[in-house]
């Protein structure tokens, strides 16, 4: 029984050594000024929030980073941002908003044919799931295809902005 506590404790241990070196190694990579690896620390970063249950920090690092996404015209990292966000405001009760981005993030990932990584799956189609359970079917599906139309300079102004 203590090695499992021990063990709960290396865990968190790590989890939250991690930030750190993720907060580190953005303020390296933003004191050289690039802005690629900066966006996907903040998106590292909204992840991580996100497992330690710190919704508004996660938001406001998805959105840090898809406006650098914007900035430099990165498109691969956008949907993971799109997605991220999405959970995030789901999280915090804002579903048609959540199922319009990831509409925009599954249009965009056809669009540039960028895959949802194979970790991903089960955690959005839980999110996804949920949401249209709330949310209902049909205002569910209206808003994952307001996403899914809208173009990604809006979507993207949009994220950052609200």
């Given at each position: 029984?203590?090695?499992?506590?021990?063990?709960?404790?290396?865990?968190?241990?790590?989890?939250?050594?991690?930030?750190?070196?993720?907060?580190?190694?953005?303020?390296?990579?933003?004191?050289?000024?690039?802005?690629?690896?900066?966006?996907?620390?903040?998106?590292l970063l909204g992840r991580i929030e996100i497992q330690r249950g710190e919704m508004p920090a996660a938001r406001t690092y998805?959105?840090?980073?898809?406006?650098?996404?914007?900035?430099?015209?990165?498109?691969?990292?956008?949907?993971?941002?799109?997605?991220?966000?999405?959970?995030?405001?789901?999280?915090?009760?804002?579903?048609?908003?959540a199922a319009q981005l990831w509409g925009a993030a599954e249009a965009l990932r056809e669009a540039i044919d960028v895959p949802?990584?194979?970790?991903?799956?089960?955690?959005?189609?839980?999110?996804?799931?949920?949401?249209?359970?709330?949310?209902?079917?049909?205002?569910?599906?209206?808003?994952?295809?307001?996403?899914?139309?809208?173009?990604?300079?809006?979507?993207?102004?949009?994220?950052?902005?609200?």
């Amino acid at each position: 029984m203590v090695y499992e506590k021990g063990g709960v404790k290396i865990i968190w241990a790590q989890k939250y050594a991690g930030v750190d070196m993720a907060q580190e190694s953005l303020s390296i990579y933003r004191e050289m000024g690039d802005p690629w690896y900066s966006a996907w620390l903040l998106h590292l970063l909204g992840r991580i929030e996100i497992q330690r249950g710190e919704m508004p920090a996660a938001r406001t690092y998805y959105q840090q980073s898809l406006a650098l996404n914007q900035q430099v015209g990165e498109k691969w990292m956008t949907p993971f941002n799109l997605e991220g966000l999405a959970g995030v405001v789901a999280s915090q009760g804002a579903l048609r908003w959540a199922a319009q981005l990831w509409g925009a993030a599954e249009a965009l990932r056809e669009a540039i044919d960028v895959p949802r990584l194979p970790v991903d799956r089960v955690g959005y189609e839980q999110a996804v799931g949920t949401a249209r359970a709330q949310l209902g079917e049909e205002a569910f599906a209206s808003a994952w295809q307001e996403g899914w139309m809208m173009k990604l300079e809006q979507v993207i102004d949009e994220a950052t902005h609200r």
